[in-house]
């Protein structure tokens, strides 16, 4: 069966520092990998997705990036993290463009 | 453009009694749409999709769901609701790699 893992589960970090989440998926080969975002009190943003190892496509402009160094990890990257970067960071995993499975999330707080 | 609302931001509901969470969507074709289920601080479960025939799903924990095209409707019912039903529920359509999230329904139950 596959499964899917997200580390740190909770991550707290000053304004400027810098940022690595990481998602592994188990189980499942070629999976279209996603990174979400979860502001307090709103829905799900997608932040990036990748079809491939290095194919990246960004759906928001921001303080983040992304990179798939193999095939079945997903990197979420940060230079200078801001406040406004915090937030519950969600991995999820599909097959070709059917239904996703998420991971456990990361919790960031910036401060 | 393609989206899903969900119009009840909090719905309290007593131990037992049945349960119904509404979905509007807006897509030009037939999309596919899911419910899922997020615990606070977890990442969110499938519990069930849609994609083509038979209009009434099932899903797990005893969850079904309805698509109604001339409602343009996706809602989840439960017929007895237990306390570990308390939850966030999501309301989501698939456009092409995208999924598309209503803002959620917070589902309180009394005892």
């Known amino acids: 069966s596959q499964t899917i893992h997200q580390w740190p589960a909770t991550l707290v970090q000053p304004v400027g520092s810098p940022l690595s989440l990481e998602c592994t998926v188990e189980?499942?080969?070629?999976?279209?990998l996603y990174w979400y975002r979860q502001a307090a009190g709103r829905g799900l943003q997608l932040l990036f997705y990748s079809v491939g190892i290095g194919q990246i496509s960004s759906e928001v402009p921001q303080n983040l990036s992304a990179s798939r160094p193999q095939d079945r990890q997903f990197i979420l990257s940060s230079k200078k993290l801001l406040l406004s970067d915090s937030g519950f960071y969600l991995c999820?995993?599909?097959?070709?463009?059917?239904?996703?499975?998420f991971g456990p999330g990361t919790r960031l707080t910036v401060t | 453009a393609q989206s899903v609302t969900q119009p009840d931001i909090h719905i309290t509901v007593s131990e037992g009694a049945s349960l119904e969470l509404r979905c509007n969507y807006s897509y030009g074709a037939t999309p596919y749409l899911f419910w899922y289920v997020q615990s606070p601080g977890q990442g969110l479960q499938l519990l069930l999709k849609y994609f083509s025939g038979d209009t009434l799903v099932q899903g797990i924990k005893g969850f079904e769901a309805e698509f109604k095209r001339s409602q343009s409707s996706f809602n989840l019912r439960k017929p007895s609701v237990h306390w570990s039903d308390a939850a966030e529920y999501f309301c989501a359509g698939l456009n092409d790699y995208k999924l598309s999230f209503g803002a959620g329904t917070t589902v309180t139950v009394r005892a």
């Open positions: 189980g499942t080969s070629n999976p279209n």
């Open positions: 999820a995993w599909s097959v070709r463009n059917y239904e996703q499975y």
